[in-house]
Every structure is written in C-alpha cells, then in structure tokens.
C-alpha cells in the first residue's frame, strides 16, 4: 500500500496533480478541501460550519476535519493506497493520520510538496477564482489571509515527515506535465 500526503500551499496545484497521479498510480484521492464544499453544496451541517471557517480563510478545526478524515478512509476499506491532498494541515491532524495508518497496519510512505513562490500562488488563485465559483478564491484578502494560515499552521509539517527521512520537495513551476513528470519521479521510488 502507497500512502501519499501531496504538499503545498494553497494554489500549489495539489488538485490538479493528485486527479492526474491517482490514475496514473491506482490510488484513492481523497481531498478535504473538496468533501467540505461538497458538503456546503448539499447543505449539511458540516458544510454550514465548515463554511464559517473557509469564508474567513481559516482552517476548520481539526477535531471535525480528522473526523471526516477517518469517515472518508473508512469509505474505502479495499484501497491500494491513498493520495492525501489538504490534509494533514496542522500537526495534530498529522499525529492522527499516523494513528489512523497504524490501525491499519499501514503508513505514510511520504509527504511530496509542491514549491511555488508566493505570488504566483495569489495569481494563480485569483486566475481561478474568476472561473472556479469559489468564493475563497474571489477575494484577495481571503487568499493571502490563507497563504498565512499555511505559514502559521502548515509548513512546519515539513519537519514533522523530514525527521521520518519522508520529505521530499518538488519545484511546482511549470506545465501540469512537467510538474507531472516530476512528482512520477518520486513516486516511483516509493
Ligand atoms: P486550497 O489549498 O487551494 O486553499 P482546499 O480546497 O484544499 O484549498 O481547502 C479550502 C479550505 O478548506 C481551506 O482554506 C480550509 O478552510 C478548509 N480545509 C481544507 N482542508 C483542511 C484541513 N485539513 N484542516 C482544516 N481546514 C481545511
């Protein structure tokens, strides 16, 4: 079993990577950003607090974000390995999907990060907000209020899989194919 945490900050180009690699690899994708709007579209519970927190830029707590974690993991019990992407995102969401791995006689193989520079983040992300329908990426303070939340919360996790002699750093600057082959690299060794 391959399990995969794909890194990097907000507009990295995590999503777009991970629906390319999961076919690629036979993995599960599972993207937290992507079940929480899914639940806003539907109106649960959920999604109306998760809302409160995407709107700001925020993360969501993680007790309601790892618990969602472990429901989509359960959701596929017969998975050759899972792409992980968004999550984890703050160091006791990473202690837990290390908890989970172990209950499952499995484990995070590695943590691959996209690196981009700052402002091309914000231009990617407001490029997309002009088509995407997301309201996170229609705002600019939103965005850089997020691009924060990643240094205040995220980016030391490098360290956490780094000291696992699991992380490995990707330049995320150029074609979807280039950054494609790359990441392919580093999963081949995996
Ligand atoms: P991006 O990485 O482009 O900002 P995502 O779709 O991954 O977008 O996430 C959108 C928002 O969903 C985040 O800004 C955050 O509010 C929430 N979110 C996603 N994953 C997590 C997580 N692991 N922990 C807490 N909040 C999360």
New binding site residues.
């Given amino acids: 079993m391959k399990n995969i945490v794909l890194f990097g900050p ?2 990295a180009g ?1 999503g777009t990577q991970a629906d390319i690699l999961k076919e690629k690899y036979q993995l599960v994708h599972i ?4 079940v ?1 709007r899914f639940n806003i579209k539907n109106q649960t519970d959920l999604g109306t607090l ?1 809302k409160s ?2 709107d700001k ?4 707590p993680d007790e309601v ?1 790892i618990n969602m974690l472990n429901a989509e993991v359960e959701k596929n019990p017969d998975a050759n390995g899972f792409i992980f992407d ?5 160091e006791a ?1 990473a202690t837990a999907l290390a908890t989970l791995m172990d209950e499952k006689n499995s484990q995070i193989n590695a943590m691959v990060a996209l690196e981009v520079d700052d402002e091309v983040l914000v231009g990617r992300l407001l490029e997309r907000g002009k088509s995407s329908g997301r309201a ?1 990426d229609a705002n600019e303070g939103v965005i850089r209020e ?1 691009i924060a939340e990643y240094y205040r919360k995220t980016d030391i996790l490098k360290d956490f899989y780094q000291k696992q002699d699991k992380y490995y750093g990707v330049n995320g600057v150029g074609s979807i194919e280039e950054i494609t082959v790359r990441l392919s690299q580093v999963f081949d060794t995996l």
Avoid at 31 to 34: E, L, M, P, W
Avoid at 57 to 60: Q, Y
Avoid at 86 to 90: I, M, S
């Fill in positions: 907000p507009g995590k993207s937290t950003g992507d929480f998760a927190y995407m830029g925020h993360l969501v974000t968004g999550f984890p995102r703050t969401q996170d997020r």
